[in-house]
């Protein structure tokens, strides 16, 4: 899979796409689906973490929901291309 989704401080952005990206604050149902079209499959796993839910994709990246809304995101390689990184709350995943 070529490297599409890119981690930054306000969430993703996708490359080569003209400028479009995934805010922090975009509804669940709609980054899921984003998501998804991208990696080519859903999340692998589902964890709820107090108010939050954490999806996680085989790629390694992980995206937090706060009440249904996109609030942070953590990724390491393959997604990101260096370190572990993450941006926002990511609802003290570990």
Do not use: H
Not at 21 to 46: D, Y
């Amino acid at each position: 899979m070529p490297l599409r989704i890119i981690p930054y401080s306000g969430g993703l952005k996708i490359a080569d796409s003209g400028g479009l990206e995934i805010s922090f604050s975009r509804k669940q149902p709609g980054v899921e689906q984003a998501i998804n079209r991208l990696t080519g499959s859903g999340p692998t796993e589902r964890r709820p973490l107090g108010q939050c839910e954490a999806l996680r994709w085989e790629n390694g990246l992980v995206l937090f929901f706060v009440n249904g809304d996109f609030v942070g995101w953590t990724a390491g390689p393959p997604v990101w291309p260096a370190q572990f990184g993450s941006a926002g709350n990511t609802c003290g995943w570990g």
